[in-house]
């Protein structure tokens, strides 16, 4: 028995590569997980050379199927930054994490607000004779929180100083698994009518499975960027700045290859 996410695939002699792979444009995040499924009708693991030549005597046909569908977007992830320069690198960095300082304890409040981070860095300003004149200090804010949350707080109380560099919208983790389930199903079911039909036209018997593979992956809208830079000194002042989430297309994709036979 194999668990491909909360897919749960009972095929006995099979080895099944499962690849839960979730990406999205101008926004990627992945995980694989890759399991060998062991022969369930003896109980024992099954060396994979076996799987190897199982379609070695007989006639055998490479096939894909894809089910996808269109999810809305319900969480954003909102990406801030601050510049500022000083004399020294520990000025400059004072100044960058007074910024974050208040704006962190401000957002701690929020309870739509999650992973929140943040980073400071500086940088040398050199002038001429590669002598350093000033320090540039760079800090970044990042968090995420709910679509709707956004759309109904007019006052994010972020600190003066950060603007809103990018604006990425996706859906949430729940929401991707209620899809995929159903998306999974669909595009098994996909895979098994087309070796039927493929071990059918060929005037074969049937088929057995040999090695398959499932994909899955999203693909979200583009963010947003530095035209939303505006919209950073309208959110922190309470004023509202109404969002776009769009949607994220999810696939499921099975791929494999079938042993037909006699």
């Known amino acids: 028995m194999l668990v491909c996410g909360s897919i749960i695939v009972a095929m006995p002699e099979l080895q099944i590569d499962c690849y ?19 022969s369930t009708s003896v109980g024992l693991l099954a060396p994979s050379v076996a799987f190897a030549d199982l379609c070695e005597k007989t006639p055998a046909v490479n096939l894909s199927a894809i089910s996808s569908e269109e999810v809305d ?14 004399g020294t690198a520990n000025e400059a960095m004072n100044a960058i994490n007074t910024v974050l300082e208040k704006s962190i304890n401000n957002l701690s409040k929020n309870k739509d607000i999650s992973k ?8 040398p300003q050199y002038g001429k004779n590669n002598v350093i004149q ?44 209620q899809s ?17 039909i493929a071990a059918k036209g060929f005037g074969k018997t049937g088929y057995t499975l040999g090695e398959v593979s499932i994909n899955d992956e999203n693909q979200g809208p583009p963010s947003y960027p530095r035209m939303y830079a505006a919209s950073a000194d309208m959110m922190s002042k309470g004023m509202e700045v109404a969002p776009a989430a769009g949607s994220s297309k999810v696939s499921v994709s099975v791929n494999g290859r079938v042993c037909l036979k006699p």
């Open 20 to 38: 839960f792979t979730f990406t999205r444009t101008h926004m990627k995040l992945s995980n694989t997980l890759r399991i060998a499924l062991f």
């Open 73 to 86: 977007n319900d969480m954003v992830r909102l990406n801030w930054q601050v510049q500022i320069q000083a």
């Open 116 to 123: 929140l981070k943040n980073n400071i860095q500086t940088y």
């Open 134 to 177: 000033s320090w540039q200090g760079v800090g970044s804010l990042t968090f995420e929180m709910p679509v709707q949350a956004l759309k109904t707080q007019k006052n994010l109380n972020v600190a003066e100083g950060l603007t809103l560099s990018n604006l990425e919208y996706f859906p949430s983790e729940n929401r991707i698994e």
């Open 180 to 196: 995929r389930e159903k998306l999974l199903q669909s595009a098994m079911k996909e895979f098994q009518n087309k070796a039927n």
